[in-house]
């Protein structure tokens, strides 16, 4: 079982303000992965991350971008948060080979207002 | 169409029943398959996941596999209460771009009454 950490796990902000989400694993995990999701919806991949100064963009067009520097952290930040981003955001993590089971973090509910 | 097919449910079963959870998906290559478990306001927990076709039992869960038939399933004996909950199926496609991401389905829900 891998040792995730997500903070904040709540936040309510206003509108324009440059939020930074973060994600932590202890696992030595190669792969990391952000997702959205809305109350009784599906989750949607938005950012995943192979390893250091490896990111991707997921299925979910995301203004949100994300860096790698360290194996074990992997952040997100929106630059300029709105209403429409309010959503549970949720980190996950997985090691390089065999099934690639992914691991996920406690969460982050955004409320922007 | 949608790489991983749920039904949503909502699906309703007794304490003590056995709970069907099913899934399909759509790449044929498709190599690992993922039961996970989402508590109202939670995140997804893992239950099991199997990669050969057959049964794989832990404990009150059953996953199937049946790659000719693309779908998997998952079996739940002796439902209990506490088991109501979203089950989400995840599935490892075959692509090389994308080695290593799952794709979900929407999660069936489950409640199972008293």
């Known amino acids: 079982e891998a040792d995730i950490y997500q903070t904040p796990r709540y936040l309510v902000i206003g509108t324009g303000k440059k939020i930074t989400l973060e994600c932590s694993q202890t696992?030595?995990?190669?792969?990391m992965y952000w997702y959205q999701q809305d109350p009784g919806m599906e989750l949607h991949l938005i950012h995943y991350?192979?390893?250091?100064?490896?990111?991707e963009k997921g299925d979910l067009s995301s203004e949100s971008t994300v860096s790698r520097i360290r194996t074990e952290h992997f952040p997100l930040t929106l630059e300029s948060a709105r209403p429409s981003h309010t959503s549970q955001y949720l980190c996950?993590?997985?090691?390089?080979?065999?099934?690639?089971?992914?691991?996920f973090g406690p969460g982050t509910r955004l409320t922007v207002l | 169409q949608k790489e991983v097919e749920q039904n949503s449910g909502p699906l309703s079963v007794p304490e003590g029943a056995i709970a069907s959870l099913n899934c399909t998906y759509s790449?044929?290559?498709?190599?690992?398959f993922f039961w996970y478990r989402q508590y109202s306001g939670k995140s997804p927990e893992l239950i099991m996941f199997?990669?050969?076709?057959g049964d794989k039992e832990d404990g009150r869960f059953t996953a199937q596999l049946n790659k000719a038939s693309q779908y998997v399933s998952l079996l739940i004996r002796d439902s209990q209460p506490s088991d109501s909950a979203t089950y989400l199926c995840?599935?490892?496609?075959?692509?090389?771009?994308?080695?290593?991401?799952?794709?979900f389905g929407r999660g069936t829900q489950l409640t199972v009454w008293p």
């Open positions: 996950a993590s997985s090691i390089n080979r065999g099934t690639d089971t992914q691991y």
């Open positions: 696992m030595g995990h190669d792969k």
């Open positions: 991350s192979y390893g250091v100064n490896s990111t």
């Open positions: 790449d044929r290559g498709s190599q690992s």
């Open positions: 199997i990669y050969s076709n």
């Open positions: 995840a599935v490892n496609p075959s692509r090389g771009s994308t080695l290593g991401r799952l794709y």
